[in-house]
């Protein structure tokens, strides 16, 4: 859990994610904290002395991605699933997003916020942006799906779910949300191609903290976008 700025949802959050309980595993939840200016991370603190929890705690906020590459060098469990702070998504859809991985049946899932026939992010107060932020999700999937010649919906969804032998041999880039495209990327590449699965998601506005950036982040992804698709793969082989 990638955690920057998130005072009002960090909590609830964390606390549902606790509350879960499946029978034939355990969660063990590591949070990146990257030097929050709100009250985050004084709420994290109060989950130090939690048994199944670690906290990293950066020296600066560096985006997303890089947090979610730190967090990884942490995982000791069998599946990762990357889980924002924020209360977008539902984690009543865990369920879901695993059992497709603990039965065997995949080794990577992606939980899609797609749905025929209606817009993907629909903000309160907030109508041009959320036709925006549709109208550009719609041009930045078809991208993706020529580059990598895939056919998904969702390929920059939050909830990435994944066997860790998936990544063992992969090393990452990316700091901010081109993340998702390096991680899909390169993992399609590997020839683990994401069964997508449908989620739950409420879209929040900008002015409810939404920290994509118009004026950086869609170049970053068109960059990231050919980058990963044409680099040679970096395995961590490689440099061993």
């Known amino acids: 859990?990638?955690?920057?700025?998130?005072?009002?949802?960090?909590?609830?959050?964390?606390?549902?994610?606790?509350?879960?309980?499946?029978?034939?595993?355990?969660?063990?939840?590591?949070?990146?904290?990257?030097?929050?200016?709100?009250?985050?991370?004084?709420?994290?603190?109060?989950?130090?002395?939690?048994?199944?929890?670690?906290?990293?705690?950066?020296?600066?906020?560096?985006?997303?991605?890089?947090?979610?590459?730190e967090g990884l060098k942490h995982v000791k469990g069998g599946v990762i699933l990357i889980q924002d702070a924020d209360d977008e998504y539902s984690l009543s859809d865990y369920p879901l997003l695993l059992k497709p991985i603990l039965n065997g049946t995949a080794d990577f899932v992606l939980g899609t916020r797609h749905q025929p026939g209606q817009p993907m992010r629909v903000m309160d107060g907030e109508p041009i942006n959320s036709r925006m932020l549709n109208i550009g999700h719609s041009i930045f999937v078809r991208f993706f799906n020529l580059l990598y010649g895939t056919s998904l919906t969702d390929p920059f969804t939050m909830f990435k779910v994944f066997r860790t032998e998936c990544i063992v041999d992969l090393t990452f880039?990316?700091?901010?949300?081109?993340?998702?495209?390096?991680?899909?990327?390169?993992?399609?590449?590997?020839?683990?191609?994401?069964?997508?699965?449908?989620?739950?998601?409420?879209?929040?506005?900008?002015?409810?903290?939404?920290?994509?950036?118009?004026?950086?982040?869609?170049?970053?992804?068109?960059?990231?976008?050919?980058?990963?698709?044409?680099?040679?793969?970096?395995?961590?082989?490689?440099?061993?």
């Open 1 to 69: 859990m990638a955690v920057y700025n998130e005072e009002d949802t960090v909590s609830q959050v964390i606390e549902e994610l606790l509350a879960l309980q499946f029978s034939d595993f355990e969660i063990e939840l590591i949070i990146v904290e990257s030097q929050s200016t709100d009250s985050t991370q004084v709420k994290i603190k109060e989950f130090e002395s939690r048994g199944n929890v670690k906290i990293i705690y950066q020296d600066s906020p560096r985006g997303k991605g890089h947090a979610v590459r």
């Open 173 to 240: 880039k990316a700091n901010r949300f081109d993340f998702d495209w390096e991680l899909v990327g390169k993992l399609v590449r590997s020839n683990y191609y994401p069964l997508e699965i449908p989620v739950n998601y409420k879209a929040r506005g900008f002015h409810e903290g939404k920290k994509v950036s118009w004026v950086r982040d869609p170049a970053t992804w068109f960059i990231a976008a050919l980058r990963f698709r044409f680099e040679k793969l970096n395995k961590a082989s490689d440099s061993k």
